[in-house]
Each structure stands twice: as C-alpha cells, then as structure tokens.
C-alpha cells in the first residue's frame, strides 16, 4: 500500500555479484535468525550494489541448498529446514516485491511455467526460477502446490513456450517419464520445450534424456541462457512509455 501512494521509494537495482565468501558464510543464518533479521542482512548486500538476481541464484538458492545437506546428513531435523527453508522464501517474497520486475521496453512473445514436480512440497526453487525469468522479461506463471491434474489442465488451457519443474527429492524415473509424456499429450503449444532440475537432476544429469526432458541447468540463471537458446524470441511490440 505504501508503494501504491508513493510513500516508500523502491531502490535502484545493482549489477554486482556476491561474494562467494560472503554467500557461504550467510548458509548457516537460515538456521539461526528469522526471516526479519535475515532481511537486514540480505538489505545490507544490496545497499552495496549487489543485484537481486545473484542475491537469488548465488545467496539464498546456496542456502536452501545447504539446508538440503544438513537435513540428508542427519544435522537438523525436518522442523528446523523447513522452517529455514520459509524464511529464505519470506525474504525472496520481500525482495521481489521491493524490486519488482521492469515493466517497460520490449514486449516479448516468450512465456514459461514454473511448478515443482507434483508430490514435491519445496516450492522455493519454483519461485526463484519464475522470478529470474520474469525479470529477463518473460510471461511467467509458477504453480507452487502443484498437482498433476493442475499442471495438465493449465498446459491443455494456456499456451506456454517453456515449462520447468524443480525436484528437489528423488523422483522414479518412469513416473517423471509419464508426466512428461502427459504434458506433451495435452499442451496447447505444439512446440512445448519441458526444463527439469534440481538436486536429482545435477547428481545425475543423464536423467534428462532418460525421462525425456529438452534439458537442465544447474541454476536458475543458466535456465533462462538455456531457455531463450531453445525458444526463439521476435518481438511484438513496445510498452507504453517505452
């Protein structure tokens, strides 16, 4: 409300990346301030200049990544990471709404749906890759509960270019296979391209071949380079303002 009236000033974006110093020694805060104080300190990262997509893809997706081990090496219990893993999302939710995406320039036909694989609860992956895509000026959807049944309908409704799903837990491969299958059967775009990764997927990333997928990126910037090598983009027309 206080950015519809103009009350609160949204800051400028940054370029710089961080420091990977700096991001490892922020891995372990998830676990020990919440989500406010965890805001101060990303606050802090940025002041200097540093830009929301590699506050995203290189602090907070390490992060949850980290908090991923501490759970598969027995260290924290499922209390302890998924509350962790709320206050990343609370902080990225923050973050998006301060830095909202550019809404001038290009409008680009590319469009794009983002959901983890249904059966998975870890919608924090999801969102990151959404917002990342969003901001390079894609339409962009996320599903962040999805169910099977969902995600077919959405694609047999709506045409979307590029489809992502993150798994963050170990799914059998014939049953990825079989939703793929289903997602090319009902998509409304004929030229459906289908991206999966997550924590799976870069173990073993002949997966992607295996369940007939067009391809994965280890992060959510490589994504989109993948992405918009595999969709062509031609532009349809300019933004008001623009």
Do not use: Y
């Given at each position: 409300m206080a950015h519809t009236h103009g009350v609160a000033r949204v800051p400028l974006e940054g370029s710089l990346p961080v420091d990977p110093a700096e991001a490892a020694q922020f891995a372990s805060l998830p676990l020990q301030l919440e989500a406010?104080?965890?805001l101060?300190?990303?606050?802090g990262i940025l002041s200097r200049g540093v830009s929301v997509d590699s506050v995203f893809v290189d602090l907070l997706a390490p992060a949850a990544r980290r908090?991923?081990?501490h759970w598969e090496d027995d260290d924290c219990d499922f209390l302890d990471v998924t509350m962790g893993l709320w206050r990343l999302q609370e902080v990225m939710r923050e973050i998006t709404l301060r830095f909202p995406p550019p809404r001038n320039g290009p409008v680009l036909s590319r469009s794009a749906l983002f959901a983890p694989a249904p059966g998975d609860s870890h919608s924090l992956g999801a969102?990151?890759?959404?917002?990342?895509?969003?901001?390079?000026?894609?339409?962009?959807?996320v599903l962040p509960e999805c169910k099977r049944k969902e995600l077919l309908q959405t694609l047999a409704d709506r045409t979307f270019d590029v489809v992502g799903l993150t798994l963050s837990c170990d799914c059998p491969n014939a049953s990825l296979a079989d939703?793929?299958?289903a997602m090319r059967s009902v998509s409304k775009s004929p030229d459906l391209k289908i991206l999966i990764g997550g924590r799976m997927v870069n173990a073993r990333p002949e997966v992607v071949d295996e369940v007939g997928a067009d391809g994965s990126a280890t992060d959510a910037c490589g994504a989109l380079v993948l992405a918009e090598r595999l969709v062509a983009a031609p532009l349809l027309s300019n933004r008001p303002g623009a």
């Open positions: 406010d104080e965890l101060i300190v990303v606050e908090l991923g081990q969102l990151m890759v959404e917002e990342v895509f969003a901001r390079a000026g894609w339409q962009t959807e939703l793929i299958a």
